[in-house]
């Protein structure tokens, strides 16, 4: 009997031994914490400049939580929260939304790659914030006013995305669901991208379009018409490249195009003080081109180089009829590593704009009605000294 026993306790351990080779699991705790101090020219109506405390020119401060487990047979379960918040005032990112960035759930395959479901960034998001765009699709309008119109749709709530890799080409599919009875267009997403590497080059191309419910968007109250079926575009298409030309420096362009039907883009474009435009554009399309460099000078100094130069068609002029305009904006960036996981930067960046895109710059007072209601200085100078730590 006692023989038996022992036995049956042994046999126990071997079964919990397995058990948990088995079914490895891992929970991350990570983030990153980013400010600066940051000099602006035109920063507000009456062409007032402004130095104060910012978020990072590059990244929000996020706080996240990530894990997996071995379901064995080289197949894990995932997930991850991740949290955006603002260290100078301790504010959500997105105000009552405690996941802003990221919330999701699904599985992982060696062979076949990841299926999640959740609110996950947009494939778009993936490549030309990891990849492409030289500023990661930055923060502070003058670095990323090519995304300002369209940022919002960087995140897709309600979604599946399916990312995988064979041989060098890169599949990132998501779709979004409306989640809105008795329709299942308005409010929904598809997007995808590719993109391959070989040796010192990668290449990429994506495409994402979201459907709108038009009510309420500024579009819809205007006086010079409106849009009557729900279900209003928006739509992103990009073709970059990226060469890494010696071990120390790589080379990054591309072309973004986006066209928006929902008269969204219009007011999304602009800067805070800026003049209130009427309603907004229902075909407003925006073609830009960007440059970038990132040069390893030494090994804790890392020098990034920024152009982006825009066209837009169709977009609303201050006095409320549609034209064109340009807008161009240069950026360098210096980084230098204190450590693995801290950094010392400095950045400085200049931008402007003519024609549409002149009422996106912060305005002028009306000296009769006392409001800012007319185009003030088309252009923006701005520096910015900061610290960033990731743990």
């Known amino acids: 009997m006692k023989k038996v026993l022992i036995s049956s306790a042994v046999g126990a351990l071997f079964a919990v031994a397995a058990s948990s080779a088995f079914a490895q699991s891992s929970v991350t705790l990570y983030g990153l914490v980013d400010t600066a101090i940051r000099y602006q020219t035109n920063a507000a109506p009456d062409a007032k400049d402004l130095i104060g405390m910012t978020v990072g020119p590059e990244t929000h401060s996020r706080w996240g939580l990530r894990g997996s487990e071995d379901l064995g047979g080289g197949l894990s379960a995932i997930f991850r929260l991740e949290n955006g918040f603002e260290v100078n005032t301790g504010k959500l990112h997105v105000v009552n939304t405690l996941f802003s960035r990221q919330a999701y759930v699904g599985l992982s395959s060696d062979k076949w790659g990841a299926l999640t479901f959740g609110n996950q960034y947009a494939p778009m998001y993936d490549t030309m914030g990891d990849i492409f765009d030289p500023l990661t699709v930055g923060d502070y309008w003058q670095d990323s006013w090519m995304w300002n119109g369209i940022g919002s749709y960087l995140t897709i709530p309600n979604s599946v995305k399916y990312k995988a890799t064979y041989r060098g080409l890169t599949i990132d599919a998501a779709y979004g669901f409306s989640n809105t009875p008795g329709s299942v267009g308005n409010g929904s997403t598809y997007a995808v991208e590719l993109m391959y590497a070989q040796g010192p080059m990668t290449l990429g191309a994506g495409f994402q379009q979201t459907s709108l419910s038009t009510s309420g968007t500024p579009f819809s109250q205007g006086t010079l018409g409106s849009l009557t079926d729900n279900g209003a575009k928006i739509n992103m298409l990009h073709l970059s490249g990226a060469y ?67 066209h837009t068609r169709n977009a609303e002029r201050l006095d409320g009829t549609l034209g064109s305009g340009i807008n161009y904006s240069a950026t360098v960036l210096a980084e230098y590593s204190l450590s693995r996981r801290t950094e010392v930067y400095g950045t400085v960046d200049f931008a402007r704009g003519n024609g549409a895109f002149a009422a996106d710059y912060p305005g002028t007072t009306n000296p009769t009605t006392g409001a800012v209601d007319q185009i003030g200085r088309t252009n923006n100078v701005g520096a910015a000294i900061g610290l960033r730590t990731t743990f």
């Open 244 to 310: 890494q030309i010696t071990p120390t420096v790589r080379l990054l362009a591309g072309w973004l195009r986006a066209q928006d039907h929902t008269g969204t883009t219009d007011f999304n474009m602009q800067q805070g003080g800026a003049p209130q435009l009427f309603r907004g554009s229902p075909n407003r399309i925006d073609d830009t081109l960007y440059v970038g460099a990132n040069w390893q000078a030494t090994g804790p100094l890392l020098f990034t180089f920024a152009g982006y130069y825009g």
